[in-house]
């Protein structure tokens, strides 16, 4: 009787996992389930990707199996992502104390495999990658129980996988709509397509190619402009459990639930537009170790209506409008920040409202971070496939490590196979965002890559910020100031004027003892800077102080002449340092 080891387990789903890699721009090209946001592909293939850099082989089958499990649960991405992970959990579930596995238990493996990925998922539909995956494990065994050998019954299976993934462009209108089949289900028939070739061919190598996509996309490329998303963001959290977690909870934050994972690791995927309530929530349930999050809005933008040739990239903290960011697809890399031993994506799971209660009532103060490698490659990868450059301008390199670390990816990544052009803006807050808003407008001109970055390079030293501090406390527990000159400065009520050198430092410009007299030397600043210059365009950005705000809104506008670009609230980030209350005037100079 054949055995099967984990040897044979690990180097098929290895190969498996190959194929999907192979299938990625395609499977990209015709994703419209559960939402048409272009990126089945890019997930399925990473998580297959971590599976073959970070499992590892045993002899042991149950062994074998858990390593598959463990790094699939840990590098499951996107919907069909999470749900491969579960079912390679599955795999794991099935084979607990076997060495090997005789040939029946080999398939009974993609039964409990299909029934793991079912319950998994919140609200399973007929005709998708569920549907592929039943269809596939029946016939396998079938096939075995009437005595056929292992390789004839994954034949038998793939095709049957082969005919259910074509049924599934009938079984759902949207799919019959766009002319495709799942996307999703089409990443799995490719896995078992080479599980099937290992057991007839063996171990041998399989160089990655991407699959020529077919004319039937195009199809599904206009029907994309008339699919309205219900939820905005495609959310995931990889939790280290401290009390059981029944996904049915999730389902008033959000749709499209699936959940992997085991008693103690569990990785958490959903739709939902309300991603800084999921993590408040799911932060009671145990340790956040990794989130993920995806703007499909943002996506599904960038596949049908792309504003410009060239992308427009920066940080959080750059404060600018989120309609300005819409308006014109700006995609924002956010920063991190930790309160009480939770994680937070900047202006996405904390917002500048919420921030200063958690931060008031935290035990420890905020710390910041800069973004995550892997986001960092995420969101690249992603720009690559829709763009051929790429303009990146970051906060000042001076007071943060995010331009230096995205110039280490880019290197280590070739520039993702862009043209781009990386830019320490020497600047934050406001006078970052309103330089993003002057390499926005130059785009209008249809300019080159090296005309947009010399024209944004050319306004930075007439750039401008002065933030008027109100609150020390911030300062003083973030590190930035001492207690003893903290004591002082409340105790004088001083009311200090920050600011950003020429190359980027933060330093103290002025200070004065009351708001009213730090506004008035706000005033004078600008109006000497008037007396020698016009200025084109500025901003107000504020923490949590919008009366004050829309003051400074009136009377610059008085002054200058016109009202500002945008008023809107600073960073979390940037309310580490800055404190409650602050107000900011941005602007950049023009030679009369």
Not at 169 to 198: H, P, T, W
Not at 289 to 295: A, P, R
Request: glycine share 6%; charged share 25%; with cysteine.
């Amino acid at each position: 009787m054949i055995r099967i080891s984990g040897n044979d387990l690990y180097y098929s789903i290895i190969k498996g996992s190959q194929k999907v890699i192979h299938i990625k721009n395609y499977l990209n090209k015709i994703n419209v389930f559960p939402v048409p946001d272009g990126d089945t592909g890019t997930n399925l293939s990473y998580t297959m990707n971590t599976v073959i850099n970070q499992a590892k082989n045993h002899e042991s089958a149950e062994e074998t199996l858990k390593s598959i499990s463990q790094s699939a649960i840990e590098g499951a991405r996107g919907n069909s992502g999470v749900i491969m992970a579960q079912y390679l959990s599955g795999f794991y579930k099935q084979s607990k104390n076997l060495v090997s596995l005789t040939e029946q238990e080999f398939a009974h493996l993609f039964k409990t495999a299909y029934e793991s990925a079912k319950n998994a998922v919140s609200k399973p539909v007929e005709g998708s990658i569920l549907t592929v995956m039943k269809d596939f494990s029946d016939t396998l065994i079938q096939s075995i129980e009437g005595k056929n050998d292992i390789t004839s019954a994954l034949e038998s299976a793939h095709q049957r996988a082969k005919v259910s993934l074509a049924e599934t462009q009938y079984r759902m209108k949207v799919l019959k709509e766009a002319g495709v089949v799942d996307s999703g289900a089409g990443g799995f028939v490719a896995f078992v397509e080479g599980i099937y070739e290992f057991f007839k061919e063996g171990r041998k190598t399989f160089a990655i190619q991407q699959k020529t996509i077919p004319a039937i996309v195009d199809r599904h490329e206009k029907n994309l402009a008339t699919m309205t998303l219900e939820y905005r963001y495609c959310f995931e959290l990889l939790l280290e459990l401290k009390e059981p977690l029944d996904w049915e909870d999730l389902e008033i934050f959000g749709d499209s639930i699936v959940v992997a994972g085991n008693d103690t690791l569990m990785k958490i995927h959903l739709h939902t537009n309300v991603p800084q309530d999921v993590v408040a929530w799911v932060g009671k349930k145990g340790f956040v170790l990794e989130q993920k999050i995806d703007d499909m809005i943002q996506q599904q933008k960038t596949l049908i209506d792309r504003k410009h040739p060239i992308a427009i990239v920066t940080d959080s903290i750059g404060d600018l409008p989120a309609q300005f960011i819409d308006d014109n697809n700006i995609f924002v890399v956010p920063l991190n920040l930790t309160i009480d031993n939770i994680e937070y994506l900047d202006r996405i799971t904390i917002t500048s409202d919420s921030f200063y209660d958690l931060a008031d009532n935290a035990q420890a103060f905020p710390r910041s971070a800069m973004p995550k490698i892997r986001d960092l490659e995420r969101l690249f990868g992603f720009i690559a496939d829709h763009y051929e450059e790429a303009l990146i301008l970051t906060v000042s390199a001076n007071i943060s490590g995010t331009y230096n670390l995205i110039h280490k990816v880019l290197l280590e990544h070739d520039n993702f196979g862009m043209k781009i052009a990386l830019v320490d803006s020497k600047r934050n807050s406001g006078a970052q965002g309103l330089l993003v808003a002057k390499a926005v407008e130059k785009l209008k001109e249809q300019p080159s890559l090296s005309e947009l970055k010399d024209t944004v390079e050319a306004l930075i030293p007439n750039s401008r910020i002065y933030v008027s501090v109100d609150d020390f406390s911030y300062m003083v527990r973030g590190g930035r100031v001492s207690p003893l000159k903290g004591r002082i400065a409340k105790s004088l009520n001083l009311k200090p004027i920050i600011t950003l050198d020429e190359s980027g430092k933060g330093k103290a410009f002025a200070s004065a003892f009351s708001r009213k007299q730090n506004f008035k030397k706000i005033q004078d600043i600008i109006k000497k800077d008037l007396k020698s210059h016009t200025i084109e365009s500025y901003t107000v950005v504020h923490g949590r102080n919008p009366s004050l705000a829309e003051k400074y809104k009136r009377v610059f506008t008085k002054i200058i002449g016109k009202p500002p670009l945008f008023v809107e609230e600073i960073s979390p980030i940037v309310g580490i340092s800055s404190g409650k209350g602050a107000v900011a005037i941005s602007y950049i100079l023009k030679d009369r």
